[in-house]
């Protein structure tokens, strides 16, 4: 089993600036990918950035140019950088694992961005 911990949310004005980070921890080397999804109120989770098979990151297109996923392996962490916010960028925000040979997908508690106008 994973355990997820995701910190770094908060409120910050349009145009501005946050980080996300994903502590990993259990059983991390059965891990084969993790990523990021954004839930707004009223709205279905959706993808943000997702790691594929080959290691890179594949992003939403409402994200892309903007946000930056990263994974630092001897930190068992992933963040999630999010540049040139947008009031529409506010959702509770999820890290996900991609865990062992049963593709079993464990999640984080949520963080909360708002974007103010």
């Known amino acids: 089993q994973v355990q997820l911990a995701e910190s770094g949310g908060g409120l910050v004005q349009a145009g501005g600036a946050l980080r996300l980070s994903c502590v990993a921890s259990?059983?991390?080397?059965?891990?084969?990918?993790m990523g990021w999804y954004r839930q707004a109120p009223g709205m279905e989770r959706e993808l943000v950035a997702a790691?594929?098979?080959?290691?890179?990151?594949k992003y939403a297109d409402s994200v892309k140019g903007r946000f930056t996923s990263s994974r630092d392996n001897a930190k068992n962490t992933v963040y999630l950088q999010m540049n040139r916010l947008k009031p529409e960028d506010t959702a509770v925000y999820y890290c996900?694992?991609?865990?062992?040979?049963?593709?079993?997908?464990?999640w984080g508690q949520g963080t909360q961005v708002t974007v103010s106008s």
């Open positions: 996900y694992a991609d865990w062992g040979r049963s593709r079993v997908t464990y």
């Open positions: 790691e594929t098979s080959r290691g890179t990151m």
């Open positions: 259990g059983s991390i080397s059965s891990i084969n990918a």
